[in-house]
């Protein structure tokens, strides 16, 4: 089992959809989780952080099962603007031994 | 001015050369990372420094040195570059456990 796993997509939808995006990963005492957003041709950069009690950023939602080793990223009312590449990241060791992982990411389109 | 700068942006070489690749960040981190990034294969750490006197290796080192010549300084080498080593190189700096990393605009290498 890879140790975080994504589902590339592409995912396309219509603007104003409702659209989930849903990460494994396979270290079960993982610390830190995030979702990072990338767009083409650019540099990764923070979505948000995950948090085991789950948490909601605006039109984004982020949540944690621990005991199902399960990340999701909900995104409500798609924009254009959020068409991108969604990284799911764990650190399996709380920033000691520096090696955050990164999925290969699910790409997303927003179409008018 | 970004908080992280890469050079150079984009770089062709030729198999066989020495080639450094430059980060500077102005965030005052400790901690800086090397990662490649190829289609399909997602973020890759290559070398992780967590502070000036600490290098240590990362998923994929084979191939790469780095030189830490100061808390805001990182490079990285190919010593003698191959075409496999083509690639979208990132820079990043992050405090320290479970905080944000934060990512150069990235390095387009072409090795011919």
């Known amino acids: 089992r890879k140790e975080v796993e994504q589902n590339p997509g592409p995912f396309n939808v219509p603007e104003g959809a409702t659209v989930a995006f849903n990460c494994t990963y396979s270290?079960?005492?993982?610390?830190?989780f995030f979702w990072y957003r990338q767009d083409c041709r650019k540099e990764p950069k923070l979505l948000m952080s995950?948090?085991?009690s789950g948490n909601e950023d605006g039109r984004f939602t982020a949540q944690l099962n621990r005991a199902s080793q399960y990340i999701s990223l909900l995104i409500r009312d798609s924009k254009l603007s959020d068409s991108a590449t969604y990284l799911c990241v764990v650190d399996p060791y709380g920033g000691s031994q520096g090696n955050l992982i990164f999925g290969k990411g699910t790409k997303l389109s927003v179409k008018p | 001015d970004a908080d992280v700068t890469q050079t150079p942006r984009n770089r062709i070489t030729k198999t066989g050369k020495r080639i450094m690749l430059e980060c500077s960040q102005t965030?005052?981190?400790?901690?800086m990372y090397w990662y490649r990034q190829d289609p399909g294969l997602g973020l890759r750490l290559i070398y992780y420094?967590?502070?000036?006197?600490?290098?240590n290796k990362g998923e994929i080192s084979d191939g790469y040195s780095v030189s830490r010549q100061a808390q805001a300084k990182f490079s990285l080498s190919l010593e003698s570059a191959i075409p496999n080593q083509t690639a979208l190189y990132f820079c990043a700096t992050s405090a320290p456990t479970g905080t944000e990393a934060f990512f150069g605009q990235g390095t387009r290498l072409t090795v011919v």
């Open positions: 965030k005052g981190h400790d901690r």
């Open positions: 420094s967590f502070d000036v006197k600490d290098i």
């Open positions: 270290n079960s005492a993982s610390q830190s």
């Open positions: 995950v948090y085991s």
